[in-house]
Antibody
Framework: EVQLVESGGGLVQPGGSLRLSCAAFGATFRTYSMNWVRQAPGKGLEWLSFIGGNVRNTYYADSVKGRFTISRDDGKNSLYLQMNSLRAEDTAVYYC??????????WGKGTTVTVSS | QSVLTQPPSVSGAPGQRVTISCTGRSSNIGAGYGVHWYQQLPGTAPKLLIYANNNRPSGVPDRLSGSKSGTSASLAITGLQAEDEGDYYCQSYDTSLSAWVFGGGTKLTVL
């Protein structure tokens, strides 16, 4: 089974940018469709973005459309989330997860993003 | 405001049975999209518990079960144990929003 490890989180000022990475181990990454999901402090789960496996279609939640970009590099077994124009409300733990027929099978442990001046 | 509606909290004594409801609408659960359940123990990442309404991944005990009817679904946990304490989320897909949608989460307390 695939294992996922997120990285790239940290403290960033409002209006700044950050690029999150999600490294996949133990499976053929290119066949997996992937989601990014976040969880603000004390809040529930929020889906952010999807990228297909064999078909590289992408989708975004309205809350991040135009600011965040999902991408992948199958040669590096990695998924990315480029986050621009960050706001305080983007403060959250960010998870990557494999997608199988509309559900999320495997999750990483998450990486924390704090947007604050 | 979450697209799927869950009770904020449920509780039960060890050994008892609890259920967690998840209410959606015609554009998600009612449209035939599956309902999936995740468990999030304190300080950890979510874990898939039930997929496609009533299927358990390998390793999930059979005292957990899911069901779906119309625009609603529910998760049942029998033989409640202390280690079941945590947050539970339902999830589906919404065709009107073109988005994966979650419930607001339910905190399960084992008394």
């Amino acid at each position: 089974e695939v294992q996922l490890v997120e990285s790239g989180g940290g403290l960033v000022q409002p209006g700044g940018s950050l690029r999150l990475s999600c490294a996949a181990f133990g499976a053929t990454f290119r066949t997996y469709s992937m989601n990014w999901v976040r969880q603000a402090p004390g809040k529930g789960l929020e889906w952010l973005s999807f990228i297909g496996g064999n078909v590289r279609n992408t989708y975004y939640a309205d809350s991040v459309k135009g600011r965040f970009t999902i991408s992948r590099d199958d040669g590096k077994n990695s998924l990315y989330l480029q986050m621009n124009s960050l706001r305080a409300e983007d403060t959250a733990v960010y998870y990557c997860a494999t997608v199988n027929s509309y559900y999320m099978s495997v999750w990483g442990k998450g990486t924390t993003v704090t947007v604050s001046s | 405001q979450s697209v799927l509606t869950q009770p904020p909290s449920v509780s039960g004594a060890p050994g008892q049975r609890v259920t967690i409801s998840c209410t959606g609408r015609s554009s998600n659960i009612g449209a035939g999209y599956g309902v999936h359940w995740y468990q999030q123990l304190p300080g950890t990442a979510p874990k898939l518990l039930i997929y496609a309404n009533n299927n358990r991944p390998s390793g999930v005990p059979d005292r957990l079960s899911g069901s779906k009817s119309g625009t609603s679904a529910s998760l049942a946990i029998t033989g409640l144990q202390a280690e079941d304490e945590g947050d539970y989320y339902c999830q589906s897909y919404d065709t009107s929003l073109s988005a994966w949608v979650f419930g607001g989460g339910t905190k399960l307390t084992v008394l």
